[in-house]
């Protein structure tokens, strides 16, 4: 099986990233990946990755010994998030 490399562009406006795009990559990707687009709510949602990102770099954080009440700021900053407990809530 032929390997391929996807690359994703996304316009921009005023240094915003514009929604549009962003969701028709996303169901390209869907699309070549195989992964059928059920409507909204159903299969993966853009926000899941947000989500399992989220979660990897906590669980990666404590298996590394960090202490989760340094990191989580950042984790929290990294997200876009006001507080670390719309963090804390989020995961």
């Known amino acids: 099986m032929e390997k ?3 690359i994703i562009f996304f316009s921009h406006n005023n240094g915003n990233i514009i ?3 962003i969701i028709y990559y996303f169901r390209k990707l869907h699309w070549k990946s195989g992964i059928a687009y059920n409507g909204k709510g ?13 979660v990897h770099s906590l669980r990666e954080n404590i298996k590394e010994g960090k202490d989760i009440y340094t990191t989580l700021p950042i984790l929290s900053a990294y997200l876009g998030h006001k507080s670390i407990q719309a963090t804390q809530r989020d995961i």
Request: proline share 5%.
């Open 19 to 21: 929604r549009q795009n």
């Open 4 to 6: 391929r490399k996807i």
């Open 42 to 54: 159903k299969g993966p949602r853009l926000h899941d990755f947000r989500y399992t990102f989220a």
